[in-house]
Every structure is written in structure tokens, then in C-alpha cells.
């Protein structure tokens, strides 16, 4: 098992006293994998002392408004590729078929394109194979942490490690792309009901629907899985 990527999957899930309890050994972990730079396993180093340390209950509020309630910050990959359309909902089937065609159910009710899910199935594989699958989420990821960082969170560290682990650069006008789309006051909750007020994810019948990139992204993804992330509000593993 490739213990950096279960790690990082066990820090993108919604905090627990359990997680807090495993965060130094997870630390090590992070602080021992040569293929990120020191300065990398550095940078990771807050978030490992703010989910060791910090009020359980201020880290699961913290959890909440950033990857809950900002849709530009969601934890769903697919989110960020189409959104609510139709196509998503037949790339979550195909990504199911992969999970299933590898042996794996996922037994969480988190959507299949949840990161903290993608990165359990991954730490099974050859590291060749999970680059190649992050490479193609590189501009997410890209996205991702330059949102945080904005807001001072410590969890842009995570994903400029998994952009490190990808082992390339994100693609800048794709990057460009995400980081055009606004972003909505967590607080503002008469604003963030809007913004949720779209159609529902469908399974259509299509496994095969949904864009080029998604098809690609999961050709590549026909390996076992391990168990999924938890649900926020539910302790994790």
C-alpha cells in the first residue's frame, strides 16, 4: 500500500478524534516520503499539528465551511469537470464499473469521485499508475490549492503534494478556467442555496457519457480499490 496517499486521503476526510489520534504516524509518513521535496513535507506540516492539536470541534466547523459549502472547493473531482450535468452522472457510473470491475464496493454513501475515496483506490496501485491519474486532475489540484491558499487554510499544502506526487505541471489556462468561476460567501446561506439550486446528479444508463477528459482520466483507472472515506459526520477509519 502506498502509505503517503492513504494519508493524505485520511486528512482530506471530515475530522475525527480517531484521525487526531492517528496524526502522528500519519505525519511520519509525510515527513518520510522522499518523492516530495523537504520543502514540501514542510509546507505539510501545519495541517498535521492543526488536526493533531486543534478543538475537534473547530476543525469539523473549519471542514464544513471550506469543502461542504463552497462548491469551488468540493472534494468531488467530477464537480469540477461538469458540474451537475448529465455527463457527471455517467462518468460516476463508469467510475463505479472500475471500482467494481477491480473487486472493490465502495461501502461509503460519499459520491465514487470523492478525493478521499480516489486516493484510497490508488494507494493500491503502482505509483506509475497513480501518477497518471493524478496527472490528469493536475489542474484541479492546482485550483484547489491556490483557494486555500487565499484563505490561509493549511490544506493547500495537501494538494501541491499530490500536484509534487503527479510529478507535472497543471495545465495554466485550465487552471485559469477553474479559478474564473466565483465563489460564494460561506455564510451567506440565502447565496449558497442558490448556488446549490441545480439538477440533481443522475446515473444515466451510458456508462460512457461525459466529456473526453473523464473518459480518459478513468481508461486508466481499472485497478482494486480499498475502502472509501467517510461521510462528514461520521468517524472515520
Given at each position: 500500500?502506498?502509505?503517503?496517499?492513504?494519508?493524505?486521503?485520511?486528512?482530506?476526510?471530515?475530522?475525527?478524534?480517531?484521525?487526531?489520534?492517528?496524526?502522528?504516524?500519519?505525519?511520519?509518513?509525510?515527513?518520510?516520503?522522499?518523492?516530495?521535496?523537504?520543502?514540501?513535507?514542510?509546507?505539510?506540516?501545519?495541517?498535521?499539528?492543526?488536526?493533531?492539536?486543534?478543538?475537534?470541534?473547530?476543525?469539523?466547523?473549519?471542514?464544513?465551511?471550506?469543502?461542504?459549502?463552497?462548491?469551488?472547493?468540493?472534494?468531488?473531482?467530477?464537480?469540477?469537470?461538469?458540474?451537475?450535468?448529465?455527463?457527471?452522472?455517467?462518468?460516476?457510473?463508469?467510475?463505479?464499473?472500475?471500482?467494481?470491475?477491480?473487486?472493490f464496493e465502495p461501502h461509503t454513501s460519499e459520491l465514487p469521485d470523492h478525493l478521499p475515496v480516489l486516493?484510497?483506490?490508488?494507494?493500491?496501485?503502482?505509483?506509475?499508475?497513480?501518477?497518471?491519474?493524478?496527472?490528469?486532475?493536475?489542474?484541479?489540484?492546482?485550483?484547489?490549492?491556490?483557494?486555500?491558499?487565499?484563505?490561509?487554510?493549511?490544506?493547500?499544502?495537501?494538494?501541491?503534494?499530490?500536484?509534487?506526487?503527479?510529478?507535472?505541471?497543471?495545465?495554466?489556462?485550465?487552471?485559469?478556467?477553474?479559478?474564473?468561476?466565483?465563489?460564494?460567501?460561506?455564510?451567506?446561506?440565502?447565496?449558497?442555496?442558490?448556488?446549490?439550486?441545480?439538477?440533481?446528479?443522475?446515473?444515466?444508463?451510458?456508462?460512457?457519457?461525459?466529456?473526453?477528459?473523464?473518459?480518459?482520466?478513468?481508461?486508466?483507472?481499472?485497478?482494486?480499490?480499498?475502502?472509501?472515506?467517510?461521510?462528514?459526520?461520521?468517524?472515520?477509519?
Open positions: 500500500m502506498d502509505r503517503t496517499l492513504k494519508a493524505i486521503s485520511l486528512m482530506l476526510s471530515y475530522p475525527t478524534r480517531e484521525l487526531q489520534e492517528a496524526m502522528p504516524e500519519i505525519g511520519g509518513v509525510l515527513a518520510s516520503d522522499t518523492r516530495m521535496t523537504a520543502a514540501m513535507r514542510r509546507a505539510l506540516r501545519p495541517l498535521v499539528e492543526a488536526l493533531r492539536d486543534e478543538d475537534i470541534y473547530d476543525l469539523e466547523e473549519k471542514y464544513v465551511m471550506l469543502f461542504d459549502r463552497s462548491r469551488t472547493l468540493s472534494l468531488n473531482l467530477f464537480e469540477h469537470v461538469h458540474g451537475e450535468s448529465r455527463d457527471r452522472g455517467g462518468a460516476m457510473v463508469s467510475l463505479l464499473e472500475t471500482y467494481r470491475e477491480g473487486g486516493l484510497e483506490f490508488l494507494a493500491m496501485r503502482p505509483f506509475a499508475e497513480v501518477q497518471e491519474t493524478l496527472a490528469d486532475a493536475a489542474h484541479i489540484f492546482e485550483a484547489l490549492s491556490e483557494r486555500l491558499a487565499r484563505r490561509e487554510s493549511p490544506y493547500g499544502a495537501v494538494f501541491a503534494g499530490l500536484l509534487q506526487l503527479a510529478g507535472v505541471k497543471a495545465d495554466k489556462e485550465a487552471v485559469a478556467e477553474l479559478l474564473e468561476q466565483p465563489e460564494v460567501d460561506p455564510n451567506d446561506l440565502e447565496a449558497l442555496d442558490a448556488v446549490w439550486e441545480e439538477s440533481e446528479v443522475r446515473f444515466g444508463p451510458d456508462p460512457n457519457a461525459g466529456c473526453p477528459q473523464v473518459r480518459d482520466m478513468l481508461s486508466r483507472m481499472d485497478l482494486p480499490a480499498t475502502p472509501a472515506a467517510p461521510t462528514p459526520g461520521v468517524a472515520a477509519e
